[in-house]
């Protein structure tokens, strides 16, 4: 992608005069940099990129799109199923949102940059010095210690390769961490002498991998004999003659004027800082003339999405990048509202490693106004500045440090600002940097507003991952399979106990009548365990080959749903044990579409009861409550939805922990009674249809005080003689084996729902009580709702009569089939919410299994 940025002088001609440094490579390399003198022991040049967003304001879509462009290279290189592998880190701090573009180019590659900002409690990954900069030391600090130890491809990205030397150092002290077979080295240009160019190869023949380059463009500097000296020398002389036009008496009327001849002998315009700072740090005002410092500034509230990383100090992965695509249209829309009326020129104005965020933002924003928007990053680097077309620093604002730095209190810096023409600027800092250092007369804050007129600032919460501490002793581990359930290990962990051992079944109807008569609980025992005819599971499998595609679908739509909306690295709680099998759908197509690697629980809730407090206790110690998700298969009359949320303002005021969302995410909801959904379709879900034999072969959860201590996990049984009717994991895979095919489906009706009113309205809810009344039944609890509890009621209680919606077709044909074998009538009704409705026997005597209490065999 060739840009001209510059119509006139090329912004590296003052230096190359001066000190006769040549750049010479690729016809469109000049429009890609110019130069600059800094003061430095080591390299007193400096390559001034016009496409990184660091020093130069540039269009954001155009900085994005360099970026983007190296990473679409790199998965070209790689191909799609290395690419699929790869993680890309990116050099703190200017490469920090170019590495975060070229992550976006790949495609799914998660993204972490290094960070001179150490974060307490968080362990470095790695760490590795860059010669030339003026602050040497960066820090991998990744939240998930694994995401730098597979062995995919490690794409390195800085804004310009030259010596060499930090991406030499990068990976040998990776490679002893973490060996793999293949790095990919990214620049936006290539700038390495001839005497350098082999050392890459040599690396790699070192370690025994393979190392790629990828750059947008190619060339070197040419550098005469002293041109250190030379540039240092002349580095002091002009910041000598600012330093003395600053002090006392010195008679400067502005920050424009001749000075004395610099080295050999020309004329040239005297190097500006607008504002200047003085011996003491005061700004003076620049050629725009002065403008008042804002006492006032305007705070734009972005609604950045709860627990989104600010960037990829601790990782950025596929799930972070969904949810901020997601956010970003809204941000952009909120900062558009907050700009003057009448704006022509705006900048967005990132923060040290804080640049993909503004970047993206601004690139957002960029179509909605009409004014000419712009994007550029304050920084640490201190560069020489001089007002002249030739030269690619034109203005410098200084300013103190204003984010506690671990280095000590320091100057920093914003380029190309003051005198740009801008009427207004936005300045994004992240939570860490809105300190009294920003705000304070000689702040950032300040400096701009002498010099722009309109100065707003967006604060991003800085992300800051959570703790991780050893859990308490008397909380064990989750039970997984095989020892415990038939689902892979990984799919679940059970946060139960093993009560295989004990006798808890009881014949249907005695449980009934003493769970109706107050003698029980339905959890201090359990259903025998019905084992399905052969017409019944023919039944089943017919379910499954119809329905498998539409499920595959509503888990996509959740799934993303939870994604987008609810956390970027959810952790998923299934309510054991009709929620199970749709936790783990929801985590396979995590892994299917992003290669994302949730974990996944399930809990015990129990109705009247409450949700098991000691695996949230768990919970809340081994993760971010505020990532907790709750799943269930689905809805019926919402009385689990109010059962959780009751039961978690409970835990949170005895326990004191905080953070727990009680919305439940459901496949299906045809009561309106949650958000989050995959549908509100009333269909059948064939895991509805049987009991254990398609959850894993796990029981009912069972709570009984002689079972259940105070600090036990609520139990469940392990039917492990039902191993040759288990049709657990073969009903994932027959919905798994639909995922590719859903894409396109579950993605429109994302976006559908996106836009969508979804508030609960509790239809449901409202079905039940009017059934309730016109059937004399006169309880809420024996009217089970919608086909997956109708299921339920035919399998474990003593139905009545089961309503069927007029016209219900083959969703239906299991429960007709169970009520034929139960001799439970079928009433159609043409007014139903639900495909089906199921009455428990509202006056049960021993023996009555029927609406007329014959006893029917199953």
Known sequence: MNIAVNNGDWSGSWVAERLGVELVGDDGLRALLGLALRRNPKRAHLL??????????????VVYGHGSALGRRVRELLGDEEAARAVVVGYAETATGLGHCVADGIGLAPYLHSTRRPVPGVTPAGGFEESHSHATSHLLLPEDPALLSGDGPLVLVDDEFSTGNTILNTIRDLHARYPRKRYVVVALVDMRSAADAGRLDDLADEIGARVDLVAGACGTVKLPDGVLEKGQALVARYEESAAADDAPGAGASGPIAQFPAPLGGETGRRPQEQPRVGARGTARPGPTGPQPTRDLITRVDLHWPHGLPDGGRHGFGTAHRI?????????????AEALPLGARRVLTLGFEELMYTPLRVARELEPLVPAEVRYSTTTRSPVLAVDDPGYAIRSRLVFPAHDDPADGPGERYAYNVAGAGFDAVVVFVDSAGDTPELHAPDGLLARLGAYVPHVLLAVVPSYVPAPTEESPAMLPEPLRGPAFSSYPPEDVGWLLQDLSDVTLEAPTEEREEA????GAHYAESLPQEYQPSERYQALFHAALETSAARIAQAVGVVTETVLAERSARP???????????VGVLMRRWARFRYGL???HYAVSIVRGRGIDANALRYLADRHDPRDVVFVDGWTGKGAITRELADAIVEFQEREGVFGFDPEIAVLADPGSCVRTYGTREDFLIPSACLNSTVSGLISRTVLRADLVGPNDFHGAKFYRELAGADVSVAFLEAVSAHFPAAVDAVDAAVKELAAADRTPTWEGWAAVERISEEYGIHDVNLVKPGVGETTRVLLRRVPWK?????????????????????????????ELPYTCVGLIHPKYTRGATGADGRAVNV
């Open 515 to 518: 769970i109706q008569s107050g």
């Open 802 to 830: 089961i309503l069927a919606r007029a016209g219900a077709g083959a969703d239906l044909d299991h429960v007709r089939l169970l009520a034929e074998q139960r001799g439970v009538p079928v009433e159609e009704v043409g």
């Open 323 to 335: 949810r901020l695509e997601a956010a970003l249209p809204a941000m952009a829309a909120r900062l």
């Open 571 to 581: 952790v998923l709680v299934s309510l054991a044990r009709a929620g199970t099998p």
């Open 597 to 599: 690697d949730l974990p």
């Open 48 to 61: 001034v990129s016009n496409v990184l967003g660091k020093h130069v304001p540039q269009s954001p879509a």
